[in-house]
């Protein structure tokens, strides 16, 4: 993707306050909202003008995204064979970077860009069960199987150097003109995706689909990044041959969790098992202590500072939430990757013009890295969509963590955003704690915000937007822009993907000394025909009910109870179900919404010990309150929601008692979904 062009446009500079003016993508104007909750904020005389103007950010991103999401999701889907509107003539499953034939031409399927796609609708399938979105990443996986047989340039099966191939015609064929070989983190993020997959299909009782149909081309990948993780390659950018830190990262994870698929699976990848920590050993070695970010690519003699969205899209795609703020991994909210995300951000600041005016500390549309000349060097829709998703990733994990620990490594970001925080941890009750939380998610917000301000008026978005005046640039409606908007929005709903690391210590034990080593791969044909037909979730959510407020009593219970759907494979049943509470119900700002109910993981009917929900998903057009809480299989339960207020009075849901049974099934997940009335 790589064709320069040379653009220059009038100046459009964006202040701070234009952040919070929404461009209207039939959108409601922020003076129509008039709800209790930014009244009662902007009502109140102790409330910084910060924090105001962080409510305000909030509800007009909150309706961007509203809006904007529906969009995403159709013009991803768009953009994928055989049936999608912009991808006429592509085969089956694959997927067109996007619909520009020419100035430029994108009319291929990027095999690194599709996995990253993929994995955006797996994830969205672990979330939410969707017959045709499954339909889809069934017709990617049978289209990929094919692909690894296809020679090209890069090679063939029979060694595994042809899986290193970076992009294919739209038909499945190969791409035999010159351009940047082997790009060799294309077979770690396929596998990567896969194994998301073939886990939803292991707990959802078809191991056999995963063990015969899938793993088969999981273990070509596999095999490919064991033989081949040592040797240089070019970038996601196709520009640079070196080593690449999100390569060397996405090729870690691919081995990690490959292994613990292979034994979930009853057979075995000890080439993973003896590979993976020399990767993450090797990965250790971009970090520039001295300059606080990562070198994003290394081995490389090319007269660039490495700063670059490497680093933010590396702690995006490989977000545990298990490992907190690892280091060694690069979590979005370790010390390192927060003090890259600063340094990439703020190497933007002077160099567009459409960022003057904009304060330090605050979002700013940023690119890949600034010494770019594609198209002139311009921001990314993508990439700044991940600078947001970077700390809506953190937050989640502070939040689940109870505390923000500052390092001195990242000492310089947080004082971007609160000036009088220092090197130190901050429990959740203190001040500092809730300012940081505040800062940064107004931080996240603004950067959401930029792309609502330069996307098309009818919400598209292309590749890039001018540095000069924010007119979309380059390739029209870009897949992976789309993609990077719905994970980037999920982050910020609290919605988080499944974790990779467990407990295999080559996730993140960091070995003494490095070591070259690679293992020899075996390679086989592995070519996918079809998928068993009928493969749907293993168990569905509850049902809603609504109660009265009121008190908490020993009254006949309404109740609410998963059901599980029965399918033809056997499965493993759960012992315990992680159960997502969802009520509706309208609050104003600094009121909190519990759970409590009359077993110990409710607090037993004490106020204070029940489970604070999350208003991540929260909107004027859908205010809900949700939370997970553990419970053991055959637990019955009775339970209300409360409303804590500022000053800490309780008020409760009439009578009678909501009721949960925790059904029996395959799925270690389920839902219930409640509305409150008064």
Not at 233 to 252: I, K, M, N, R
Request: glycine fraction near 8%; hydrophobic fraction near 35%.
């Amino acid at each position: 993707m790589d064709l320069v062009q040379n653009v220059t446009s009038a100046l459009l500079p964006i202040t701070s306050s234009q952040l919070l003016q929404p461009i209207m993508h039939g959108v409601s104007s922020l003076l129509l909202l008039g709800s209790c909750a930014v009244q009662s904020v902007l009502g109140r005389p102790d409330v910084s003008k910060a924090r105001r103007e962080g409510v305000l950010l909030k509800r007009a991103v909150d309706d961007f995204i509203a809006t904007e999401s529906d969009l995403a999701i159709e013009q991803l889907l768009c953009n994928i064979g055989a049936n999608g509107c912009h991808a006429d003539g592509a085969g089956p499953g694959l997927v067109v970077a996007s619909p520009s034939k020419s100035d430029p031409d994108y009319w291929y399927t990027w095999t690194r860009d599709a996995a990253l796609v993929f994995k955006a609708l797996v994830e969205r399938l672990e979330n939410e069960y969707d017959a045709d979105i499954q339909t889809e990443i069934v017709n990617y996986i049978v289209a990929q199987s094919k692909l690894q047989t296809v020679s090209n340039p890069s090679g063939d099966l029979s060694d595994g150097r042809g899986l290193g191939e970076a992009k294919y015609q739209v038909d499945g064929t190969a791409f035999t003109d010159a351009w940047g070989r082997p790009q060799r983190d294309g077979p770690a993020l396929r596998a990567i995706t896969m194994i998301k997959y073939s886990k939803w299909l292991v707990a959802n009782g078809y191991k056999d689909t995963a063990t015969d149909l899938v793993w088969p081309v999981i273990r070509n990948d596999l095999a490919y990044v064991a033989q081949y993780w040592n040797q240089t390659g070019f970038d996601l950018w196709e520009e640079v041959q070196g080593s690449s830190f999100f390569t060397v990262a996405s090729q870690h994870r691919a081995l990690v969790e490959g292994n613990a698929l292979a034994k979930s699976l009853g057979d075995s990848c000890s080439y993973c098992d003896d590979i993976a920590p020399q990767v993450l050993c090797f990965l250790q070695t971009f970090w520039a202590d001295s300059e606080g970010y990562v070198i994003s690519n290394i081995n490389a003699n090319n007269g660039r500072s490495g700063k670059d969205a490497n680093s933010a899209l590396t702690a995006n795609h490989n977000f545990d939430p298990a490992l907190e703020c690892d280091a060694a991994t690069f979590q979005p909210c370790s010390d390192k990757a927060l003090s890259s995300h600063k340094v990439w951000v703020d190497s933007f600041r002077d160099i567009y013009s459409i960022n003057s005016g904009i304060d330090t500390g605050a979002a700013v549309a940023v690119g890949r890295y600034p010494e770019d000349t594609y198209y002139n060097g311009n921001p990314w829709y993508l990439n700044t969509l991940a600078a947001a998703e970077q700390l809506y990733s953190a937050m989640y994990v502070w939040d689940k963590m109870g505390s923000i620990t500052v390092t001195d490594t990242s000492l310089e970001f947080f004082k971007a955003l609160v000036s009088s925080v220092s090197a130190d941890t901050y429990d959740s009750d203190s001040d500092t704690y809730k300012s940081i939380m505040d800062a940064v998610s107004t931080y996240a917000d603004g950067f959401i915000a930029i792309v609502q301000k330069y996307a098309d008026d009818d919400g598209h978005m292309a590749e890039q937007f001018d540095r000069n005046n924010g007119g979309s640039l380059s390739a029209t409606d870009l897949t992976w822009s789309y993609a990077s908007f719905l994970s980037a929005v999920a982050r910020r709903q609290g919605i988080v993907p499944g974790g990779w690391a467990g407990d295999d210590a080559a996730a993140t034990s960091v070995p003494d000394s490095c070591m070259a080593t690679s293992v020899g791969g075996s390679y086989s044909t592995a070519i996918i025909s079809d998928f068993p037909a009928g493969q749907t979730p293993s168990s569905g959510g509850s049902s809603p009910s609504t109660t009265m407020t009121g008190t908490a009593t020993t009254t006949k219970a309404t109740t609410t109870k998963a059901t599980a759907t029965k399918t033809t494979t056997a499965c493993a049943q759960a012992t315990a179900i992680s159960i997502t509470f969802t009520v509706k119900k309208e609050t104003q700002f600094g009121q909190t919404v519990k759970i409590v109910g009359n077993n110990a993981k409710l607090g037993n009917w004490d106020t204070s010990k029940g489970v604070a929900l999350s208003a991540s998903k929260y909107t004027n057009s859908n205010p809900v309150w949700s939370g997970a809480v553990e419970m053991p299989v055959g637990e019955k339960v009775q339970y209300k929601y409360i409303v804590t207020n500022k000053d800490g009075s309780v008020v409760w849901e009439a009578d009678p008692n909501r009721a949960y049974s925790v059904a029996t099934g395959c799925s270690s997940e389920a839902e219930a979904e409640d509305v409150w009335q008064n």
